[in-house]
């Protein structure tokens, strides 16, 4: 039976393709690679959403189930976390984190395509990866989110401290503890839809994504502001440092 909660994927995705739209505008400005990767991060966390807002009106189908788990449990959080590693790491190491990110999202996705589904456990209006037959699929989910976790949400915290320090980047300080909790929140209803709780993700999508684009301005509007007491305008990409972060976790 649908209640209120079902419906909410539906404002998260509207949300997230907006933030989207502005992360993408800004790396068309600057043409930095973590502002792609980012933006890239932003529309596959809004197909995951799209996923579920489709099932609440049309109902569990299988298509929209597989392209839920592929966009939600195995792309929610990688291309976000490859922002930061494009951002914190050598060019040519994150181009090999890449590759390999990139063949183990490749590998679980064919997996989960192949998988058969445990029709049993199928309910009408709920998504829930127990429904996989194959479960060790599930596995994979794991490994991709504690990758996302590291450079997102550790990558935050980090930034969080290192602009404490200074009055002047106080606000950029508060950002990155917004965007730390918003990292968070999926994941945590990421895990209880592994007990079955699926309405528990969609909350915490939403307000994750809200966490998130609050950091996001306070951390742009921290730097807006010390670049027109300087006079001048900052390339260097510290300025946009940890500024998205949304890793789904255990579906």
Not at 13 to 28: D, E, H, P, Q
Not at 87 to 112: E, G, W
């Amino acid at each position: 039976m649908r209640t209120a909660v079902y419906f909410v994927p539906i404002v998260t995705t509207v949300i997230a393709l907006g933030f989207a739209g502005v992360v993408i505008a800004r790396w068309l400005d600057r043409r930095q690679p973590h502002l792609l990767w980012w933006g890239v991060g932003l529309l596959t966390y809004a197909a995951g959403t799209i996923t579920e807002s489709a099932t609440t009106l049309l109902g569990w189908h299988e298509v929209l189930f597989r392209a839920w788990y592929i966009t939600g449990a195995l792309l929610g959080g990688a291309p976000l976390a490859q922002g930061s590693v494009y951002l914190h790491l050598p060019r040519k190491t994150a181009n090999r984190l890449t590759v390999v990110v990139a063949t183990v999202i490749v590998i679980a996705s064919l997996c989960v395509i192949a998988s058969p589904i445990d029709y049993a456990l199928v309910e009408p209006f709920r998504l829930s990866g127990s429904v996989l037959a194959w479960r060790w699929v599930r596995l994979f989910s794991p490994f991709i989110n504690l990758y996302a976790v590291i450079f997102l949400v550790g990558g935050a915290i980090v930034s969080a401290v290192r602009y404490r320090r200074t009055r002047e980047t106080y606000s950029r300080f508060i950002g990155n503890v917004y965007i730390a909790i918003g990292a968070i929140l999926p994941g945590i209803g990421g895990t209880f839809t592994r007990f079955g709780h699926t309405e528990v993700l969609y909350v915490t999508e939403l307000i994750g994504l809200l966490c998130i684009f609050a950091g996001y301005r306070l951390n742009v509007t921290g730097r807006g502001v010390r670049e027109a007491r300087d006079g001048r305008r900052e390339t260097g990409d510290e300025n946009d440092a940890e500024s998205l972060g949304m890793p789904h976790y255990q579906r």
